[in-house]
């Protein structure tokens, strides 16, 4: 039995905070949920597909964002309790349906997780979704420590429900990941039937519908103002004249602070976790208990600005600060020094630094780029991409995922990323405002995402492009998650289809397709020439199941590779590939047989032949 079903209410459990999220939605009695993966909110995904399997749980990996929104907004408007998962960029794709879904609302509750990440852990962009409750009118609840995190599920729920909209539910990075004793509620038991009521005055937004629906959304929101004003989620702390405005894990950090720098008789909190609709009210009398105020916020001013516009509609003077020149910066995540010091320079507190341990004797860390893995069949296709085309002047527009590295040196296949898709759409630009060679890369799972569309301009606009589609058969960067051209078989389960991927790219009207095994260098190198040098759109399939991702499956037949005697110490193969197995000892090329999985690329590209299989690891 999977462990987030133990119905033990009153335990108290280890979680990290995806699982503590995942499990509060269980005890909210969700019976439908969906997504597309991305960190940080990769791991509510897997825990609610690992207990589907074993309950009445309704859970599907979408196709993207967007879609797993709409599917998830019929499920609520058929009576379900509906959740649906996302990364933050995620909700960019998903906005098309999210701001009018705001309009039509939900029968049943719907809560939207948007997994923010500052600082970029795993991310292109550090946008703070904050705004996307402004934006769509719709409730935003923020929690500061895992605990919360599993609280607010059932809330997010219940608010849904009492609105009859859906209610966001905005997480970082450091909550996602963070791990900490959360006490277990009673499991509901799930409905997982529904039944459509038909309403298309209601559900169709024809521009008579909607001008209608608009009117209601604005009702909501000011029903939303009046329960934000008495949210528990809203709350004060201290009573002191100096006042502190935070949310979500800044309210950890300054916390710590006040007790740190001794000032608990100084300070009141105000802990905004409702942050839309804020509570105008609540913050405005807040502020006319304080002398000056500072607004301790991630990302960017969002409750700074508000403060101010509600400070300014009370007719107050304090001063109010929070980002700035050595105040909060809009960049990164905190962390609990940085508070501790910003919030003593503000206050005129004197905050001596910490005592800096003696660490000479400790040997420097040694720096660990990201890498492709050992044996990763990308690195085959780059450098047989390099090779193809060579003495060409070629732009490489890539895509989102484990490809993404293949940007740096040595193999420097990647020059223009932005979002999901945009390899395609980019290529098509590049193509047409340039003379120069366009070869774009883009993975399965992401070309399935978002890639389809660009591809399809592609061929209608006759865009002169080469698109390598990296098939690994799995969606590898977030964590093997299944996409629609994965055989489900493999992983044990039935009752799924499976989409293929050359059969559909024809099917476009792409007139040149191949596909390749990229570990078969020679021949790689001749099918990726032969499609640069056709005239029109051409697509190169690299099929070849991540390494990692057949290790789980126990499909990894190759031996490790050893470097004979016959070698001459060119390193072309350190110097051309990159791969992590590669190593140097006494200025020799090594291989580390733990690690190297024998795909065997490398002793196709060592001038000697010097590089073959390793008789016996021992």
Same mark, same amino acid.
């Given at each position: 039995?999977?462990?987030?079903?133990?119905?033990?209410?009153?335990?108290?459990?280890?979680?990290?905070?995806?699982?503590?999220?995942?499990?509060?939605?269980?005890?909210?009695?969700?019976?439908?949920?969906?997504?597309?993966?991305?960190?940080?909110?990769?791991?509510?995904?897997?825990?609610?597909?690992?207990?589907?399997?074993?309950?009445?749980?309704?859970?599907?990996?979408?196709?993207?964002?967007?879609?797993?929104?709409?599917?998830?907004?019929?499920?609520?408007?058929?009576?379900?309790?509906?959740?649906?998962?996302?990364?933050?960029?995620?909700?960019?794709?998903?906005?098309?349906?999210?701001?009018?879904?705001?309009?039509?609302?939900?029968?049943?509750?719907?809560?939207?997780?948007?997994?923010?990440?500052?600082?970029?852990?795993?991310?292109?962009?550090?946008?703070?979704?904050?705004?996307?409750?402004?934006?769509?009118?719709?409730?935003?609840?923020?929690?500061?420590?895992?605990?919360?995190?599993?609280?607010?599920?059932?809330?997010?729920?219940?608010?849904?429900?009492?609105?009859?909209?859906?209610?966001?539910?905005?997480?970082?990075?450091?909550?996602?990941?963070?791990?900490?004793?959360?006490?277990?509620?009673?499991?509901?038991?799930?409905?997982?039937?529904?039944?459509?009521?038909?309403?298309?005055?209601?559900?169709?937004?024809?521009?008579?519908?909607?001008?209608?629906?608009?009117?209601?959304?604005?009702?909501?929101?000011?029903?939303?103002?009046?329960?934000?004003?008495?949210?528990?989620?809203?709350?004060?702390?201290?009573?002191?004249?100096?006042?502190?405005?935070?949310?979500?894990?800044?309210?950890?950090? /300054?916390? =710590?602070?006040?007790?740190?720098?001794? %000032?608990?008789?100084?300070?009141?909190? +105000?802990?905004? *976790?409702? @942050? #839309?609709?804020?509570?105008?009210?609540?913050?405005?009398?807040?502020?006319?208990?304080?002398?000056?105020?500072?607004?301790?916020?991630?990302?960017?001013?969002?409750?700074?600005?508000?403060?101010?516009?509600?400070?300014?509609?009370?007719?107050?003077?304090?001063?109010?600060?929070?980002?700035?020149?050595?105040?909060?910066?809009?960049?990164?995540?905190?962390?609990?020094?940085?508070?501790?010091?910003?919030?003593?320079?503000?206050?005129?507190?004197?905050?001596?630094?910490?005592? /800096?341990? =003696?660490?000479?004797?400790?040997?420097? %860390?040694?720096?660990?780029?990201?890498? +492709?893995?050992? *044996?990763? @069949? #990308?690195?085959?296709?780059?450098?047989?991409?390099?090779?193809?085309?060579?003495?060409?002047?070629?732009?490489?527009?890539?895509?989102?995922?484990?490809?993404?590295?293949?940007?740096?040196?040595?193999?420097?296949?990647?020059?223009?990323?932005?979002?999901?898709?945009?390899?395609?759409?980019?290529?098509?630009?590049?193509?047409?405002?340039?003379?120069?060679?366009?070869?774009?890369?883009?993975?399965?799972?992401?070309?399935?995402?978002?890639?389809?569309?660009?591809?399809?301009?592609?061929?209608?606009?006759?865009?002169?492009?080469?698109?390598?589609?990296?098939?690994?058969?799995?969606?590898?960067?977030?964590? #093997?998650?299944?996409?629609?051209?994965?055989?489900?078989?493999?992983?044990?389960?039935?009752?799924?289809?499976?989409?293929?991927?050359?059969?559909?790219?024809?099917?476009?009207?792409?007139?040149?397709?191949?596909?390749?095994?990229?570990?078969?260098?020679?021949?790689?190198?001749?099918?990726?020439?032969?499609?640069?040098?056709?005239?029109?759109?051409?697509?190169?399939?690299?099929?070849?199941?991540?390494?990692?991702?057949?290790?789980?499956?126990?499909?990894?037949?190759?031996?490790?590779?050893?470097?004979?005697?016959?070698?001459?110490?060119?390193?072309?193969?350190?110097?051309?590939?990159?791969?992590?197995?590669?190593?140097?000892?006494?200025?020799?090329?090594?291989?580390?047989?733990?690690?190297?999985?024998?795909?065997?690329?490398?002793?196709?590209?060592?001038?000697?032949?010097?590089?073959?299989?390793?008789?016996?690891?021992?």
């Amino acid at each position: 039995m999977h462990k987030l079903l133990a119905d033990q209410a009153g335990q108290k459990v280890l979680l990290l905070g995806n699982e503590a999220i995942a499990r509060g939605a269980l005890e909210a009695g969700v019976a439908f949920a969906s997504t597309y993966p991305g960190t940080p909110s990769s791991e509510i995904s897997l825990n609610l597909f690992q207990i589907a399997q074993e309950t009445d749980l309704y859970f599907e990996y979408s196709t993207n964002e967007k879609v797993a929104l709409e599917v998830a907004a019929a499920a609520a408007n058929s009576g379900l309790r509906s959740m649906c998962m996302m990364k933050h960029v995620g909700v960019n794709v998903a906005a098309d349906a999210l701001m009018t879904l705001a309009y039509v609302g939900t029968r049943a509750g719907l809560v939207i997780i948007s997994a923010d990440d500052p600082y970029m852990f795993s991310s292109q962009n550090e946008q703070d979704n904050r705004y996307y409750g402004k934006l769509s009118g719709l409730p935003i609840l923020e929690p500061s420590s895992v605990e919360e995190a599993k609280a607010m599920v059932p809330a997010a729920f219940e608010l849904s429900e009492t609105l009859g909209e859906p209610v966001i539910l905005r997480t970082t990075t450091r909550i996602n990941h963070s791990n900490a004793v959360v006490t277990l509620g009673a499991l509901v038991p799930p409905r997982t039937k529904g039944h459509f009521e038909k309403d298309p005055f209601s559900y169709v937004t024809v521009p008579a519908v909607s001008r209608r629906l608009h009117a209601r959304l604005l009702d909501n929101i000011t029903r939303a103002e009046a329960l934000a004003e008495e949210s528990p989620y809203n709350f004060e702390e201290g009573g002191g004249s100096w006042g502190i405005v935070c949310n979500g894990v800044s309210y950890t950090y /300054v916390a =710590d602070a006040i007790h740190d720098l001794g %000032i608990e008789d100084k300070v009141r909190i +105000l802990r905004i *976790g409702f @942050s #839309h609709p804020l509570p105008a009210e609540r913050i405005g009398t807040f502020l006319a208990a304080c002398e000056k105020v500072l607004v301790v916020e991630e990302g960017e001013p969002y409750l700074e600005e508000a403060v101010k516009a509600f400070a300014q509609e009370k007719g107050l003077t304090l001063p109010i600060k929070g980002k700035g020149q050595a105040l909060f910066s809009r960049l990164y995540e905190f962390d609990p020094a940085m508070v501790r010091r910003i919030l003593a320079d503000y206050f005129g507190i004197d905050c001596p630094p910490p005592s /800096v341990p =003696d660490l000479s004797d400790v040997p420097e %860390i040694p720096q660990r780029p990201p890498t +492709l893995c050992a *044996g990763c @069949s #990308h690195r085959a296709t780059f450098y047989a991409v390099k090779k193809a085309t060579e003495g060409l002047d070629v732009i490489h527009p890539s895509d989102i995922g484990c490809y993404t590295l293949g940007f740096l040196p040595p193999l420097s296949m990647g020059d223009f990323v932005i979002c999901m898709g945009a390899s395609t759409g980019s290529a098509g630009g590049f193509a047409q405002a340039t003379d120069q060679k366009v070869v774009s890369f883009i993975g399965d799972s992401t070309f399935f995402h978002s890639g389809i569309p660009g591809l399809i301009n592609a061929v209608f606009n006759n865009h002169d492009l080469t698109l390598i589609i990296l098939d690994n058969r799995t969606t590898a960067m977030t964590g #093997h998650q299944p996409n629609p051209g994965v055989d489900m078989q493999e992983l044990n389960l039935d009752g799924y289809g499976q989409v293929a991927l050359e059969p559909l790219v024809k099917a476009i009207g792409v007139q040149h397709v191949t596909t390749i095994r990229p570990y078969q260098l020679k021949k790689s190198i001749a099918a990726i020439r032969e499609a640069v040098t056709f005239e029109g759109v051409s697509v190169v399939i690299a099929e070849e199941k991540c390494a990692l991702y057949a290790k789980a499956l126990r499909q990894l037949r190759g031996k490790p590779f050893q470097v004979s005697e016959r070698c001459r110490n060119h390193r072309d193969c350190i110097n051309d590939l990159g791969c992590p197995a590669f190593y140097l000892e006494d200025d020799r090329v090594r291989i580390d047989a733990d690690i190297c999985i024998g795909c065997a690329l490398c002793a196709q590209v060592c001038p000697e032949n010097a590089i073959v299989p390793l008789k016996s690891k021992s």
